[in-house]
């Protein structure tokens, strides 16, 4: 009925339009009625606009709207009317494209209506609502509160010229109910709210069950009700809120044109409720009504930005609440679409910037990534930018900037950036007093920026002032105020830090209550438990060093021990409450310190598997890592659990490199399981491949789709460890399989920690060996920093004397134990060891250690050192056996003139002897100069299984990921070479500079060339450790192919005789260079 309803209309207007058109065809300029159906075609052209949206019939109305009164000069009876008219017009553009100047004119002309209009004029009263509701929308836009007091006063005069039985009184106290609504939005003042639903009901009351507008009625008192539930707290207004939305919707069939409104308004309220009570029903309900009136709000309808920010918000809500990050996502996107709806100039475009920004720095929260704050703050500014200084909303943007600011200030140490916060905070609460809805919010922010500033510059005027201001903050938020627990939080955690600068313990006591409480009013999957829960443990734990008091200590852990049954992707709270946890038990030897450390490895395995698309996001993944793994090991070792400090450590290093690599894992087995390993395998495979092609394709945000594709990933991962055989499919390895790494000969974990330093040796068939070494990290720091303090000056000044000393002083204190050792465990000399160094000893030349005196072994006499950044990568590497050794294709690559840096002029005689010794054995190529470009160079990696490059390698430690070898173009970066499809890679010579040089700030995840090449399949690496000369790179690589051929007397290449070839080589020309371009190069791998 309602669709045959609608078609009605839609004919009647159709029919209205062409007669009024024929019609004022008929009466030309000069008729004397040329203005009455001027005015009638512009009425049913709006009438037609309002059904149908079209833009154009508005614009037409309004033109002959101002053509109509200009034949109704002043003085004419029917002039008001006109104005009237043209006015309510200009209000319906506006409405629909938001240009100020369309509403400006509207109230202009109202004004001007109603000056014609004497008191006993009959249309006074709807003249008098015309100009008020006009004056209302205006505030709604600017926010200046003499429009919504002057509104109120034209609403309350147009009830006094209208008697009980008056047919329009219910519109009349509705439109006062809603501009009294506004007025206490701004205020605070409660007896405008009750005032307001009064009328509401009132209005409600004259509207029969069958009344056009009673669905609005029942809405608009439902929204006071809910107003006055959030400031009560009070249950029964917001259950009749709801009841009152239920009974609109009901009167809205399926197509009807408000349907979609009265689909969002339920929806918001049933997200309250949600907040109250706790009841998942009652949100993912919210979220399917949001969605549905999304669904009746197509492209081009003039309400569809409206929806995508409502349904964003339900799913912004339900991301806090279950820490879902496609939720988070959605919301992003669908903001960012609703932004697209409110060009620069649209009256809503502030508030869809606002919401983009929230929800980015929701993200940032989340995963860390600098882009996102940094957005947030540009997009709050511009909001900021827009709203004059006595705006509605101006408080709220400035807040919203100044938490993001202070944001940043915890991230880089900006100072400009906090006392900037604390000014915008500041300005905030000055423009909400006494009684404003949202001073509680500012009065908490203000005195969380205070706290920080105190924590850097220790004023503890500071400091009192926030404790002051979390008070108040906490007066006005009661039991069962949505806030609540945030405002017990904060008060304690400010509580917490004046105990700890005083020492009152009544401070502490009181913080701990405080900061429980908060925790009580959290539902268990609420984003913020771990983050409160984590800051009672440390209340708890500051008490215990106080008074000893053993219940205090088993609190504290009882609640870190609620993080290891994390069902939700852990956050970046989460792996920070997971490491305080790891951190405090490992100090007091508490007996989950182990399984501390196992939780927050897991949740950095889930924070890497959301961030490794990206080298963008790798600042993120190595403050994530910091000393993580290395405290993990260190604690293991103490409690005697050698194996677990092997599995933990390995866990925790090369994240990175072991997310990308578990991209690439053999599928072999899976596939022969069955038909259905074999689609597992392939749908594996698929994503996989999609997944490793993604890595830094766009500059583009492409982290939506990445964690879909993520999401898709670890289903089908999931799906496969339900096989039979296939429970660990893709997990970190245990012991029993690492220990495979020892096969060709014994691994030595080196390993550096604020704990302490040990080493521990891998055999393949015995148990670990700890070998304790009698030295702190910082000792080990400042013994590296002396030595590459030593290799900057390399090859300027007689510096011989000092690297003896330095590998003398490895040797006794480092390498000499381990040799010890395994020379007890009976490991035969000229035995191959490979080192596995952690932390500050990845950066030190543990291969070239030794007493360097007569008659004495250095280690290069005993044993023939390898080097591998994880044992997972020095088994991937002995797994990738090729299948076809005919197929084997060497490339030499020789860049002498690149774009930057000086010539390197041995580069050419030396490709010249990789050609002599290659030439004969394999099928071989060479590109030089002209041909050796970023683009050339790629292509020769993907057709060829052995490599050899010349030229100069350029590390850059602060974007280690743009790490490079020199081409005639450009730099061939470390992002390009991971995208590269490898075709059973075997051996790599880097005869370049610094190619084992990586991060400085995170050694342990050996962001380097060498890896780089290494994580691509070569199975066999040789790089540099620091500058290589051009002559003796030549000398050392002729020496190196000549003993790697006589190495294999079959005349057959074979990788896993390349360290044994460069021992030799070296050795050969130990008389002829310098004692550092001896030890420069290392081989890295099988």
């Not at 620069?344 to 929800?359: I, K, M, Q, T």
């Not at 677990?644 to 690439?664: D, H, M, N, P, Y």
């Not at 390009?976 to 490898?982: E, F, L, P, T, V």
């Given at each position: 009925m309602g669709q045959w309803s609608s078609c009605l209309t839609n004919i009647t207007n159709y029919v209205a339009i062409k007669l009024h058109r024929v019609a004022l065809f008929l009466r030309p300029p000069g008729h004397p009625d040329r203005s009455m159906y001027l005015n009638s075609l512009a009425a049913s052209l709006r009438e037609r606009f309002r059904q149908r949206g079209i833009t154009s019939d508005l614009d037409e109305a309004i033109e002959l709207h101002r053509g109509a009164l200009l034949l109704r000069p002043s003085g004419h009876p029917d002039r008001s009317t006109f104005l009237n008219n043209l006015a309510s017009s200009l209000r319906d553009r506006f409405l629909q494209r938001g240009i100020m100047s369309d509403l400006d004119e509207a109230i202009e002309r109202h004004r001007d209506a109603l000056l014609l209009c004497s008191s006993g004029h009959p249309d006074r009263s709807m003249f008098l609502n015309n100009l008020a509701v006009s004056l209302r929308d205006r505030f709604l836009q600017r926010g200046i509160m003499s429009d919504l007091d002057e509104a109120i006063e034209h609403h309350q005069g147009t009830l006094?010229?209208?008697?009980?039985?008056?047919?329009?009184?219910?519109?009349?106290?509705?439109?006062?109910?809603?501009s009294l609504r506004d007025r206490f939005l701004q205020r605070g003042i409660m007896s405008d709210l009750d005032e307001a639903i009064e009328h509401h009901r009132d209005a409600l009351l004259l509207c029969s069950s069958g009344h056009p507008d009673r669905s609005t009625f029942l809405n608009n008192l439902a929204l006071s009700l809910r107003d006055r539930f959030l400031q009560r707290g009070i249950m029964s207004d917001l259950d009749e809120a709801?009841?009152?939305?239920?009974?609109?919707?009901?009167?809205?069939?399926?197509h009807?044109?408000?349907?979609?409104?009265?689909?969002?308004?339920?929806?918001?309220?049933?997200?309250?409720?949600?907040?109250?009570?706790?009841?998942?029903?009652?949100?993912?309900?919210?979220?399917?009504?949001?969605?549905?009136?999304?669904?009746?709000?197509?492209?081009?309808?003039?309400e569809r930005s409206i929806s995508l920010n409502n349904l964003a918000g339900s799913l912004r809500e339900r991301f806090l609440q279950r820490s879902i990050m496609s939720d988070l996502d959605e919301t992003i996107e669908l903001y960012r679409t609703a932004l697209f709806l409110h060009p620069?100039?649209?009256?809503?475009?502030?508030?869809?910037?606002?919401?983009?920004?929230?929800?980015l720095r929701d993200r940032f929260q989340q995963h860390g990534i600098m882009s996102d704050l940094d957005e947030a703050i540009e997009l709050h500014r511009a909001v900021l930018e827009r709203l004059p200084p006595h705006h509605s909303y101006r408080s709220m943007s400035l807040s919203n900037l100044a938490i993001c600011l202070g944001d940043r200030f915890k991230q880089r140490g900006i100072m400009s950036d906090l006392d900037e916060a604390i000014e915008f905070h500041r300005t905030a609460l000055l423009l909400r007093p006494p009684g404003h809805s949202e001073r509680s919010m500012s009065l908490d922010n203000l005195a969380d920026s205070l706290r920080n500033r105190f924590r850097q510059r220790c004023i503890m005027s500071d400091l009192d002032e926030a404790i002051a201001l979390h008070r108040d903050a906490l007066l006005l938020r009661p039991p069962g105020h949505s806030e609540r627990s945030r405002s017990q939080n904060n008060l304690a955690t400010s509580l917490q830090d004046r105990f700890r600068q005083q020492g009152i313990m009544s401070d502490l006591d009181e913080a701990i209550e405080l900061h429980r409480a908060a925790l009580e009013l959290l539902p268990p999957y609420h984003s913020n438990q771990s983050l409160y829960l984590g800051n009672l443990a440390l209340s708890l734990g500051y008490r215990f060093q106080q008074w000893g008091l053993q219940p205090d200590l088993d609190e504290a852990f009882s609640l870190y021990l609620r993080l290891s049954h994390l069902s939700h992707t852990a956050s970046r709270t989460d792996l920070t409450v997971a490491k305080s946890w790891a951190a405090s038990a490992h100090i007091l030897n508490h007996d989950s310190a182990l399984l501390a450390y196992a939780t927050a490895l897991k949740f950095l395995d889930q924070q890497v598997a959301l961030l490794s698309s990206s080298s963008h996001h790798f600042n993120v993944i190595r403050e994530a890592v910091s000393s993580l793994a290395t405290d993990a090991f260190s604690c293991s070792v103490r409690h005697g659990a050698l194996t677990?400090?092997?599995?933990?450590?390995?866990?925790?290093?090369?994240?990175?490199?072991?997310?990308?690599?578990?991209?690439?894992t053999p599928l072999d087995e899976l596939s022969g399981s069955g038909d259905t390993g074999m689609a597992l395998a392939e749908e594996f495979k698929r994503l996989s491949f999609r997944l490793h092609n993604a890595f830094d394709q766009s500059t583009e945000d492409k982290s939506p789709q990445i964690r879909q594709l993520t999401m898709q990933w670890d289903d089908v991962v999931s799906r496969i460890r339900m096989l039979r055989g296939f429970s660990r499919f893709v997990l970190p390895p245990l012991f029993s399989d690492l220990q495979k790494a020892a096969d060709d000969g014994p691994i030595i974990i080196l390993n550096a920690s604020q704990f302490g330093c040990d080493a521990l040796i891998i055999h393949s068939t015995k148990d670990p060996v700890h070998v304790p070494l009698d030295t702190t990290q910082a000792e080990v720091s400042e013994f590296s920093s002396e030595f590459h303090s030593l290799v900057e000056q390399f090859g300027s000044s007689n510096h011989q004397l000092k690297l003896v000393g330095i590998l003398r002083k490895l040797w006794d204190h480092f390498v000499h134990p381990i040799v010890q050792s395994l020379k007890e465990s009976q490991v035969p000399p000229h035995s191959r060891i490979w080192w596995c160094p952690t932390a500050e000893f990845t950066l030190l030349p543990l291969h070239a250690a030794g007493p360097y005196e007569k008659n004495k072994d250095n280690l290069s006499n005993i044993y023939i050192s390898s080097y591998t950044p994880t044992l997972a990568t020095l088994i991937r590497a002995r797994q990738q056996v090729s299948r076809d050794a005919s197929?084997?294709?060497?490339?030499?690559?020789?860049?002498?003139?690149?774009?930057?840096?000086?010539?390197?002029?041995?580069?050419?005689?030396e490709l010249a002897v990789v050609a002599q010794y290659l030439a004969p054995v394999v099928s071989f190529t060479s590109l030089e100069d002209g041909d050796a470009t970023v683009e050339g160079a790629l292509d020769a990696l993907n057709h060829n299984q052995w490599l050899h490059f010349a030229c100069h390698g350029m590390p850059n430690r602060t974007q280690p990921f743009e790490s490079s070898f020199a081409m005639r173009d450009g730099p061939l970066m470390i992002k390009?070479?991971?995208?590269?499809?490898?075709q059973n890679p075997e051996f790599a010579f880097l005869s370049a500079c610094h190619t084992t040089v990586g991060d400085e700030k995170s050694p342990d995840e050996s962001i380097h060339l060498a890896a780089a090449i290494q994580f691509c399949g070569f199975r066999s690496v040789i790089g540099s450790m620091w500058s290589v000369d051009d002559d003796v790179a030549r000398q050392v690589v002729s020496a190196f192919y000549r003993q790697l051929i006589q190495v294999d007397d079959s005349r057959k290449l074979d990788c896993t005789c390349a360290a044994v070839a460069l021992h030799k080589a070296v050795k050969s020309l130990r008389n002829k260079i310098p004692l550092e371009q001896q030890i420069v190069f290392v081989h890295i791998g099988v």
């Open positions: 006094l010229l209208c008697s009980s039985g008056h047919p329009d009184r219910s519109t009349f106290l509705n439109n006062l109910a809603s709801i009841g009152l939305h239920r009974a609109a919707l009901e009167l809205f069939p399926p009807h044109s408000n349907r979609s409104a009265s689909l969002n308004n339920l929806a918001i309220s049933l997200q309250d409720r949600f907040r109250q009570r706790g009841i998942m029903s009652d949100l993912d309900e919210a979220i399917k009504l949001n969605r549905a009136a999304l669904l009746l709000r197509p492209p081009g309808h003039s620069p100039g649209h009256s809503e475009r502030s508030a869809s910037l606002n919401n983009l920004a929230v929800s677990t400090a092997v599995e933990l450590l390995e866990q925790g290093r090369g994240v990175f490199w072991t997310q990308l690599a578990r991209f690439s197929s084997r294709r060497f490339v030499a690559i020789g860049q002498a003139n690149p774009d930057r840096g000086k010539g390197l002029r041995c580069v050419a005689p390009d070479i991971i995208r590269s499809n490898w």
